[in-house]
């Protein structure tokens, strides 16, 4: 069971925008700031978006973070087909006193 | 451009330990604003965390693995290395090395991961 909860899976289609939701509590996302993962099959992850809102270089101003309170949303606008990977989010967490919490990952499907 | 790269055995029995190596090549493992990460991702599940060291020794663990791991450093080889004993067939996973970056742009995040090597345990 992972610490900070995310939806299985969901999908859209081309050109849809679509959001990923993560729950967390006071100890990680309602205290410190959100970081998102994209993962394409059989290679490492890749950090998409940093500080909850911040997009490394190189990555599509369609993707963009948000946080409020204990939850935490990515969304994907104007969809593509190479948008289908596993996202992550991830925060520091006051329990673990470390910052790997992650979580369960969500399928996205471009129908 | 900073690369990481693991080495370590793909096979380990049940009860061993496991051992790997991250060296990390174009950028030095004493820059003071990174932490070096072991993350691992059994097949088909999420990410967990297993710890990380800084390049003073400094180590950081899990809690749910702290009994089982050590994590050390060797700067003068640029690298860093993880052990994890008394594995069993829910330690099989593939295990990344990372960059966390604690204090520099990306601030609290993971930045850079290496390609990653499956380890599997089993008899």
């Known amino acids: 069971q992972s610490v900070l909860i995310q939806p299985p899976s969901v999908s859209g289609t081309p050109g849809q925008r679509v959001t990923i939701s993560c729950s967390g509590s006071?100890?990680?996302?309602?205290?410190?700031?959100v970081n998102w993962y994209q993962q394409f099959p059989g290679t490492a992850p890749k950090l998409l978006i940093y500080?909850?809102?911040q997009r490394p270089s190189g990555v599509p101003d369609r993707f963009s973070g948000s946080k409020s309170g204990t939850s935490a949303s990515l969304a994907i606008s104007g969809l593509q087909s190479e948008d289908e990977a596993d996202y992550y989010c991830?925060?520091?967490?006051?329990?673990?006193?470390?910052?790997?919490?992650f979580g369960g990952g969500t399928k996205l499907t471009v129908l | 451009q900073v690369q990481l790269q693991e080495s370590g055995p793909g096979l380990v029995k049940p009860s061993q330990t496991l051992s790997l190596t991250c060296t990390v090549s174009?950028?030095?493992?004493?820059?003071?604003?990174?932490?070096w990460s072991w993350i691992r991702q059994p097949p088909g599940k999420g990410l967990e965390w297993i710890g990380y060291?800084?390049?003073?020794?400094?180590?950081y663990y899990n809690p749910s693995l702290k009994s089982r791991v050590t994590i050390s450093v060797n700067t003068s080889k640029n690298q860093f290395s993880l052990k994890l004993n008394s594995v069993t067939a829910a330690d099989t996973a593939v295990y990344y090395c990372?960059?966390?970056?604690?204090?520099?742009?990306?601030?609290?995040?993971?930045?850079?991961w290496g390609q990653g090597t499956m380890v599997t345990v089993s008899s």
């Open positions: 174009g950028g030095s493992i004493r820059s003071g604003d990174y932490h």
């Open positions: 060291i800084y390049y003073s020794g400094n180590t």
């Open positions: 500080s909850t809102n």
């Open positions: 006071s100890s990680n996302i309602g205290s410190h700031s």
């Open positions: 990372v960059r966390f970056d604690s204090s520099g742009y990306y601030h609290d995040a993971f930045d850079i």
């Open positions: 991830a925060a520091w967490d006051d329990r673990m006193n470390g910052p790997g919490v």
